[in-house]
């Protein structure tokens, strides 16, 4: 008889699996059976959990979400004040780990795909309210709620932005200058504001 935890295995196994051959291909065009050999399982076992290959690639979408989720919420414990939290999201957002070569397709497909399926689209609204909200909970401290919003709509832009110039060209500046130019925008609205 099979373990009871062998099915969690086998979801986890093939969800890295389908980030690993999205990684190398560089787009959605995988095959199950592709997923499948790669997490020593067959395609219908693959299809027997997840169903399509679709919901395969949702799922891995979800632990990718989720994994940057994780790294914003260990950053944030040790955050202190509103500026440091805002810090602890912007770092998150352009750390090591987010530029590995199948999360940065993972992303990239996400991004076209959601273009194309509303389970994806309603995904990656999740991901942008979630970034959205956690930025306009803390700009809420230093500014008034229209600026609050205005602000965060322009740091998501940033992020969002140069994590895509990250991923497809070779002639932008490292992470470390990025993250930095993310954070000068935040404080030119402090200068503007007069609250240096």
């Known amino acids: 008889m099979a373990s ?20 190398e291909a560089g787009t959605l065009d995988v095959t199950v059976s592709q997923i499948a050999k790669r997490a020593g399982m067959s395609s219908a076992l693959a ?3 997840f169903g399509s290959k679709d919901k395969i690639f949702l799922a891995a979408m979800r632990h990718v979400l989720e994994t940057f989720r994780l ?13 440091e939290r805002i810090d602890a999201i912007i770092d998150a957002s352009f750390e090591e780990s987010q530029f590995e070569r199948e999360i940065v397709a993972a992303w990239l497909a996400f991004y076209v795909r959601a273009l194309q399926s509303k ?4 995904l990656l609204q999740v991901y942008a309210r979630r970034l959205h ?18 602000v965060a709509q322009g ?8 994590y895509i110039r990250h991923a497809l060209q070779d002639d932008v500046p490292d992470r470390g200058a990025t993250r930095d130019m993310v954070r000068d925008y935040l404080d030119l609205w402090l200068e503007r504001k007069g609250r240096t």
């Open 119 to 122: 389970d994806t689209r309603r």
């Open 47 to 49: 299809h027997h959990y």
């Open 155 to 162: 740091l998501a832009s940033l992020i969002d932005g140069f």
């Open 71 to 83: 790294s914003v919420a260990q950053r944030l414990e040790t955050a202190k004040g509103p500026r």
């Open 4 to 23: 009871k935890g062998m099915p969690i295995l086998r979801r986890k196994a093939l969800i890295s699996a389908t980030i690993a051959e999205i990684g």
């Open 133 to 150: 909200s956690n930025l306009v909970f803390n700009l809420r401290q230093l500014f008034d709620d229209a600026t609050a919003q205005a």
